[in-house]
């Protein structure tokens, strides 16, 4: 019985008492998640390939 009424307030909070944002603001959110992570994967590859460029030179001053 007490999952029951668990559902109940859950289904009433999820459609009585949310406030779901709009589509524009949902459109704009996905743009900046978007543009972050291009941002952050950029960054991430530079640091890679500058890395690969310094080991490979650290690896030629030996061999």
Known sequence: MKMKVYF???YDELVN???????K???NSAMVVMVAS????????LMDRSF???MEFVYNLFY
């Open 8 to 10: 109940e307030e859950a």
């Open 52 to 54: 690969e460029t310094i």
């Open 25 to 27: 603001e949902l459109q």
């Open 17 to 23: 008492k949310v406030t779901w944002p709009t589509r």
């Open 38 to 45: 291009f941002i952050i994967a950029l960054v991430i590859f």
